[in-house]
């Protein structure tokens, strides 16, 4: 079984940077995709940003383009979210999901994805 659990949101100013973590257990973590999504009050679920297995495939919202990179680390089971230049907009609940056919491949589509962690809450305010 597969899990994955989110770290690294708070509350931070804009103009800020943080990064947030996504870590798996369970799996054969590198033949999965990882893909960042985010969800704020009112608003359907934006799919950010993803990365395949492989880590040759990398995909962002144009929202995020220039501002957000992902990355991974396979040997700790972990995907990184760095996001800078914070924006009042970006604040929302981050998940992060596990798509497990996503050795090569990505998508911003979060149907594909199997598997979900419980959220991290990132607040931008002044």
């Known amino acids: 079984q597969v899990q994955l659990v989110e770290s690294g949101g708070g509350l931070m100013q804009p103009g800020g940077s943080l990064r947030l973590s996504c870590e798996a257990s369970?799996?054969?973590?590198?033949?999965?995709?990882i893909g960042w999504f985010r969800q704020a009050p009112g608003k359907e679920r934006e799919g950010v940003s993803c990365?395949?297995?492989?880590?040759?495939?990398?995909y962002y919202a144009d929202s995020v383009k220039g501002r957000f990179t992902i990355s991974r680390d396979n040997a700790k089971n972990t995907v990184y979210l760095q996001v800078n230049s914070l924006k009042l907009e970006d604040t929302a609940v981050y998940y992060c999901a596990l798509d497990t056919l996503g050795s090569s491949f990505c998508s911003l589509k979060g149907a594909r994805y199997e598997y979900w962690g419980q959220g991290t809450q990132v607040t931008v305010s002044s």
């Open positions: 369970g799996g054969t973590f590198p033949a999965y995709a």
């Open positions: 990365v395949s297995g492989n880590a040759r495939s990398i």
